[in-house]
Each structure stands twice: as structure tokens, then as C-alpha cells.
């Protein structure tokens, strides 16, 4: 069973409380998020062999990103900060 990506603080980052970056596979999805609430939208999601976490990508809209919409049904080997079950994304490649 492969190992779930492993969330490290880094303490040379500003304020002593940065991550540093993990490297996750899967699928994308849209899935909703947040329902019955003033947040809830149809969110992009990645699925891995480990557990499901929410996609952002650095600098991208939360509610819509372009760039991501790109990237639904598609698998993905991304490098990214776990922070809880948002991965947030700065480099991805489409396997």
C-alpha cells in the first residue's frame, strides 16, 4: 500500500511555519465541496491511491481556475504544499 505523502514544517520559512513540497500522482475530479453552505461550489479535487485532497494551484482563483478546469479527468504527477486536505500545486505533468 503506498505511503500517504508525508506534510513537513520547515523552519527556514518566513514566520517558521512554511511546508515543504510533496510530490503526489492521480486523477483529477469535480466534486462538490462544502454543500449546503455559502462556500459550496463544484470543487477540483485529486484523487490519489492514499487519500483525496483538494487541487489548487499557486496564485489560482479557489472558486475557478482556468488552468485546472484543463486538467479534469485527466491523471497528474504534481509537486505541491500539503497544508491539511488542500494540496496547493506549483508544477504538475499530465501522464
Request: proline residues 7%.
Given at each position: ?23 503526489v ?14 462556500s459550496e ?55
Amino acid at each position: 500500500m503506498p505511503k500517504a505523502p508525508k506534510r513537513r514544517e520547515s523552519p527556514k520559512s518566513s514566520g517558521g511555519f512554511g511546508f515543504e513540497n510533496v510530490e503526489v500522482s492521480g486523477q483529477v475530479v469535480k466534486k462538490p465541496y462544502a454543500v449546503g453552505s455559502k462556500s459550496e461550489h463544484q470543487a477540483t479535487y485529486l484523487e490519489t491511491p492514499t487519500g483525496t485532497y483538494i487541487l489548487r494551484r499557486r496564485d489560482g482563483n479557489p472558486f475557478y481556475d482556468p488552468e485546472l478546469e484543463k486538467l479534469v479527468e485527466k491523471v497528474i504527477r504534481c509537486i505541491g504544499v500539503l497544508t491539511n486536505n488542500t494540496l496547493i500545486m506549483s508544477n504538475w505533468t499530465v501522464l
